[in-house]
T-cell receptor, first 115, second 113 residues
Framework: EAGVAQSPRYKIIEKRQSVAFWCNPISGHATLYWYQQILGQGPKLLIQFQNNGVVDDSQLPKDRFSAERLKGVDSTLKIQPAKLEDSAVYLC?????????????FGDGTRLSIL | DQQVKQNSPSLSVQEGRISILNCDYTNSMFDYFLWYKKYPAEGPTFLISISSIKDKNEDGRFTVFLNKSAKHLSLHIVPSQPGDSAVYFCAASDRNNFNKFYFGSGTKLNVKP
């Protein structure tokens, strides 16, 4: 079974620029999550999709972050404009989404550095 | 609000001995608990989980214990191997809250040969 795919693996931009990350979840997984992981901390949920609908985006800084999951499969996360404090690893995860005891499966993340 | 806490940032253990990683949580509605293992430059990998109706789950060298009254879970690795050296995250979720997951800050385990 192919895992969660993310791209790019690394991105370096200057503050106030924009950036986009892409995620392809495991086939058949209805739930997709985007996390921000700052060095030395655990993953923090930014947004959670169930199919193509948003379940939780309470911690997404909506003035600069946006995400979409068209057709309920792939997803993109965008930051515009980027700030220095956005430097982090952005992780995408997916799960079956059937309401049972289902672990999340993570991609390898995108490491974002803001100069 | 940090609902899941790992108070030990690091742990060093000799190869062959037991590693015990601890995790505390505050939300009594959590009903599913997981441990993830993370190597550098990789995403977290699911290791083992436990439902709130159990107090122990075992998978090979890995055992997770849940103490609901103390809101505490632990991961035991016996025997520890150098390849177990990684950062371990505990996570918890409330299935009645759309299966939203909360993660601890991680414990870095170093298993010395």
């Amino acid at each position: 079974e192919a895992g969660v795919a993310q791209s790019p693996r690394y991105k370096i931009i200057e503050k106030r620029q924009s950036v986009a990350f892409w995620c392809n979840p495991i086939s058949g997984h209805a739930t997709l999550y985007w996390y921000q992981q700052i060095l030395g901390q655990g993953p923090k949920l930014l947004i959670q999709f169930q199919n193509n609908g948003v379940v939780d985006d309470s911690q997404l800084p909506k003035d600069r972050f946006s995400a979409e999951r068209l057709k309920g499969v792939d997803s993109t996360l965008k930051i515009q404009p980027a700030k220095l404090e956005d430097s982090a690893v952005y992780l995408c995860a997916s799960s079956l989404g059937r309401g049972g005891l289902e672990p999340q499966h993570f991609g390898d993340g995108t490491r974002l550095s803001i100069l | 609000d940090q609902q899941v806490k790992q108070n030990s940032p690091s742990l060093s253990v000799q190869e062959g001995r037991i590693s015990i990683l601890n995790c505390d949580y505050t939300n009594s509605m959590f009903d599913y608990f997981l441990w993830y293992k993370k190597y550098p430059a990789e995403g977290p990998t699911f290791l083992i989980s436990i439902s709130s109706i159990k107090d122990k789950n075992e998978d090979g060298r890995f055992t997770v214990f849940l103490n609901k009254s103390a809101k505490h879970l632990s991961l035991h690795i016996v025997p520890s191997q150098p390849g177990d050296s990684a950062v371990y995250f505990c996570a918890a979720s409330d299935r009645n809250n759309f299966n939203k997951f909360y993660f601890g800050s991680g414990t870095k385990l170093n298993v010395k040969p």
